[in-house]
């Protein structure tokens, strides 16, 4: 069974810019989460999405947004780039009950310039 | 204060050694218990989970919880290079669900030959 698929895996922006990162889950995963990882704040939650409804949210400012399609496929966008958004994006997808194991992606390096 | 406070090392042991890993939460309400090995340039991969309080042996790996103490640990037991990565310790609480992960910073370990 193929792992979960992150596109692209890098990514160059200049400040302003907007960005859409993609993450396709597991094959049967009905839930996919993101999250931001930086040296200096660790692995920070973003929103978790549940058959096209987003049903957690972390403590990230409304120029980070997502949604989920219909096949489970989840996309996350940036508006108005900062230097600070620099990060590894992870994206994880599980079936979806709240004790499930969720398995990441390898994730997309973005780098705001 | 972070709600998970992960000692960041870097930790550098022999191979064969007995290695610790800890966290510290200040959240009585997290019940399950997550750690999480990432190689350089992938995500986070889940090694070990546990509900509550209590130990789990998996092969070379034994995590343990005492939320007496709001400590975890994990116990890797004759270390193998192969086990060089960074070890993230993850919480999430009863209300909420493992998709919305609390994590530390990662401690990065090297086991050498």
């Known amino acids: 069974k193929a792992g979960v698929t992150q596109t692209p895996r890098y990514l160059i922006k200049t400040r302003g810019q907007q960005v859409t990162l993609s993450c396709s889950p597991i094959s049967g995963h009905r839930s996919v989460s993101w999250y931001q990882q930086t040296p200096g704040q660790g692995l920070q939650f973003l929103f978790e999405?549940?058959?096209?409804?987003?049903?957690n949210k972390g403590n990230f400012p409304g120029r980070f947004s997502g949604r989920q399609f219909s096949n489970s496929r989840s996309e996350m966008n940036v508006s108005t780039l900062e230097l600070g958004d620099s990060a590894l994006y992870l994206c994880?997808?599980?079936?979806?009950?709240?004790?499930?194991?969720?398995?990441f992606g390898p994730g997309t390096r973005l780098t705001v310039l | 204060q972070k709600e998970v406070e992960q000692d960041p090392g870097p930790l550098s042991v022999p191979e064969g050694a007995i290695v610790s890993l800890n966290c510290t939460y200040s959240?009585?309400?997290?019940?399950?218990f997550m750690w999480y090995r990432q190689y350089s340039r992938k995500g986070p991969e889940l090694l070990m989970y546990?509900?509550?309080?209590g130990n789990k042996e998996d092969g070379r790996f034994t995590a343990q919880v005492d939320k007496s103490s709001k400590y975890i640990s994990l116990f890797i037991r004759d270390s193998q290079p192969s086990d060089s990565a960074t070890y993230l310790c993850a919480m999430s609480d009863s209300g909420g669900s493992n998709y919305k992960l609390t994590f530390g910073k990662g401690t990065l370990l090297t086991v050498n030959p």
């Open positions: 959240n009585s309400a997290f019940q399950y």
């Open positions: 546990t509900y509550s309080s």
């Open positions: 999405y549940f058959s096209e409804t987003q049903r």
């Open positions: 994880a997808s599980g079936q979806g009950a709240p004790t499930d194991t969720q398995y």
